[in-house]
């Protein structure tokens, strides 16, 4: 459902809201007391690790576990023959993923888990296993795995959009769009056509998955995890142990990184079972080898654009097709990069194509804003250089397309009020934008669209007898939410920020929460708390109404009390929440507000980046001077958090844009499984991420919020490059832009 009363666009007025209070988790975390993934343990607890499959591509012909089983201190062995047939066919390729059937479909595949008394029997343990394995042939590069001759992965797996003739590697066809592409191409005076390709990336969380399971015989488990979705945890784990959702408890840990990483399962169903066959309590930790070969990056693309632009800067028509490689099974973010890909510009004629295709790689999972990036890059990419090929302005390019309230979107609906043109003005008006250049130094901007959601929600506020306030909610905090819903509760009530606690509840504790991700918990948990807070001071008013005297109506709440509506309710002195709490007994009994809610009304976020870089010319190495975010947040709830969330994304999109990469050998096996290898930006690296908080009020939202935590990562990727491209001289089309393959680029246009 969506809110009731809408918000009017006009800026509010608030007390606690927009404010800085100390963040809530900050003294545990500083000082070690906050327990992450790996900091539970258990009375006999044993340790569980996994084998994993040295093949890119590989017939399981057999698995001998019989030396394995019989080594002093292991407790049990597991295989894929040890899960069950299962209840939800859904839940297949999340099984397949954690223990692999009867192929091995990527390097660091798992073939078979041990429990044992110490981390050095089980590693002598996986030594013993025996797996016979039938080498096939391997395929890592989405174009060539679209290839008709390509290795199959999975025959007869795609669906019905995928056209008769391709590759038995493409999933899924997705297509989006409205008007005529050709005929918005005769009307241009330039059509440019280009194809970009970008690596996949890992999200490059500091703290590896880690789980401690602990199931009895009887079918009752619990499950403490590291997680951006411990509801979700829950119903998959119980979907493929096949028992009641209600016989799984589980407790999500305090969270070292996740930005869409760990918004599915890896070992929780492998440590449930090896819990089971043992009967102990079994604990889990990843190295980070294990983290970058077998845990989702986001997917590599290609993808081939074609716009055509009149010499005035008016973008005639758009087209994009983009191929997507998600890993070894179905569900790249093919699909969101397609609507995302001209979601920021009001065209006539628009279109994208996107094809969702499998590979010998490990199942992506999301990244911030998941498909939208590389489809950004591409496309921000091509304007740019039709911008700059007739001489014009690249951000009076961007203002003259831009999509405003009213615009039919690319991928379908109109949008209402929304904040892209004052991201555009501000950016223009900025001191970054006429900031002087030196040798060999380029500036680069870019749009950036993130849809937002909201999803099943669940809060329990409840009043204690002293007068303070405990909210519980059912998201992990993975970026200040535990702030936000106290400052939004303090807000509704009346009360000092300090007087309310935001706790994360276990899956017992509450109903259903989706998952951290799709910036959805400040808009959605926010949506929700308000109203348990609106639920709370109707109690309150009515507790008051009830020692008055008078009737209910007559009593509103006012400034943290509840206070008679007017003369004609009486001369009564305002209650205070905690002089009402404090009667609570006499008067009822405990006061709470609860929300339950599937909502709806979340608010579609732009972005504008702008970022100087300096290229070496004799190396290709490139530095970043200078980068400002704009970003529309809606409401900054907590100004801090929203900065650090448009900080981190520039970030990791810098990264992903100048040094990130998966590196594949003709072999099938992944390079550099490593930090040292695997190179994500330091602080060395960069300069202070300057950021620009603009608030254009959702409407859907009481206190006009959006989500920001996404946006941010959508436009660096372009941004970055088209400043490279500018400094060196020579447009760049594929990421990351490396010293060695810029230099070479530079080498070459010099020729």
Request: with cysteine.
């Amino acid at each position: 459902m969506a809110l009731d009363s809408k918000t009017d666009t006009k800026p509010q007025q608030f007390k606690v809201v927009g404010t800085r209070p100390l963040r809530p988790d900050g003294i545990d975390k500083v000082t070690g007391r906050a327990r992450f993934g790996a900091d539970m343990s258990a009375p006999g607890m044993l340790v569980g690790l996994v084998l994993r499959s040295p093949h890119p591509h590989a017939r399981i012909r057999s698995i001998d576990t019989s030396a394995a089983e019989a080594l002093t201190g292991v407790h049990a062995v597991v295989t894929r023959t040890d899960f069950g047939p299962l209840r939800d066919e859904g839940t297949a390729d999340v099984l397949d993923n954690c223990m692999a059937g009867d192929k091995a479909h990527y390097d660091g595949h798992a073939v078979a888990a041990v429990a044992a008394t110490s981390g050095k029997v089980a590693r002598q343990a996986l030594k013993l296993i025996k797996v016979e394995y039938q080498p096939l042939p391997h395929v890592t590069d989405v174009d060539a795995a679209m290839a008709p001759d390509a290795p199959a992965l999975h025959a007869g797996r795609a669906d019905e959009t995928v056209p008769a003739g391709m590759s038995p590697n493409v999933m899924a066809r997705h297509e989006f769009g409205h008007g005529d592409i050709d005929a918005g191409l005769s009307q241009a005076d330039r059509v440019l056509e280009r194809t970009y390709r970008t690596e996949a990336t890992h999200q490059g969380y500091i703290e590896p998955h880690a789980c401690l399971a602990t199931m009895n015989a009887d079918g009752q488990a619990d499950l403490w995890c590291c997680t951006q979705g411990h509801y979700m945890v829950r119903n998959t784990c119980a979907a493929i142990l096949g028992i009641e959702q209600g016989q799984l408890r589980v407790t999500a840990s305090e969270i070292g990184g996740g930005f869409g990483g760990k918004t599915t399962v890896f070992l929780e169903p492998v440590a449930l079972k090896l819990s089971q066959k043992s009967g102990r309590p079994v604990k889990m930790v990843m190295s980070r080898s294990e983290v970058l070969r077998a845990t989702g990056p986001t997917a590599s693309s290609s993808i081939d654009v074609r716009i055509g632009m009149t010499r005035d800067g008016r973008i005639t028509a758009g087209f994009a097709e983009l191929r997507y490689q998600g890993g070894a099974y179905p569900g790249s973010p093919v699909d969101m990069g397609s609507m995302s890909a001209f979601a920021p510009y009001d065209l006539e004629n628009v279109r994208t194509v996107g094809f969702d295709v499998v590979t010998n790689r490990p199942k992506q999972a999301a990244y911030r804003a998941p498909g939208a990036p590389m489809a950004a890059f591409a496309v921000e990419s091509a304007i740019d250089e039709l911008a700059r090929s007739f001489g014009l302005d690249p951000l009076e390019v961007r203002l003259k397309n831009a999509a405003r309230e009213g615009t039919r979107a690319s991928y379908g609906p109109t949008y209402p009020a929304i904040g892209l043109e004052a991201t555009l003005r501000t950016a223009k008006d900025h001191p970054h934008w006429s900031a002087p250049l030196g040798p060999n130094q380029g500036r680069g901007v870019a749009c950036g669209f993130w849809f937002n959601f909201g999803g099943d929600t669940c809060v329990s506020l409840n009043i204690t007898p002293d007068g303070t306030v405990t909210l519980s909610e059912g998201n992990p905090d993975i970026g200040g939410s535990r702030a936000s819903m106290s400052m939004m509760a303090a807000e509704e009530l009346g009360i000092p920020y300090d007087r309310v606690r935001t706790v994360i509840a276990d899956t017992g504790s509450l109903g259903q929460n989706e998952v951290t991700d799709g910036s959805r918990v400040t808009f959605a948990v926010g949506l929700a708390t308000i109203e348990a807070a609106r639920a709370a001071k109707r109690e309150m008013c009515k507790r008051a109404a009830q020692v008055w005297g008078i009737d209910e109506d007559a009593v509103i709440w006012e400034d943290g009390a509840a206070r008679p509506a007017g003369p004609n309710a009486g001369q009564h002195p305002p209650m205070s929440l905690a002089e009402i709490a404090a009667i609570a007994s006499n008067t009822g009994g405990p006061i709470a507000g609860h929300f339950e809610v599937n909502a709806e009304g979340a608010g579609v976020s732009f972005a504008t980046h702008m970022v100087d870089t300096e290229v070496d010319p004799d190396t290709g190495a490139v530095k970043i001077l200078r980068y400002t975010v704009f970003q529309d947040a809606g409401k900054a709830v907590h100004p801090s958090y929203v900065e650090g969330q448009f900080q981190g994304g520039a970030v990791q999109g810098i990264g992903w844009a100048l040094n990130e990469a998966y590196i594949y050998g003709e072999d099938g096996i992944l390079q550099n499984p490593g930090f040292l290898d695997y190179r994500i930006p330091v602080a060395s690296d960069l300069p202070m991420i300057d950021t620009v908080i603009l608030e254009i009020p959702n409407p859907g939202h009481p206190y006009g919020v959006r989500g920001v935590g996404e946006t941010s990562i959508v436009p660096p990727l372009a941004a970055v490059a088209n400043s490279v491209s500018d400094a060196a001289g020579v447009r760049m089309t594929s990421l990351p832009m490396s010293p060695p393959k810029l230099l070479a680029a530079i080498r070459s246009g010099q020729s």
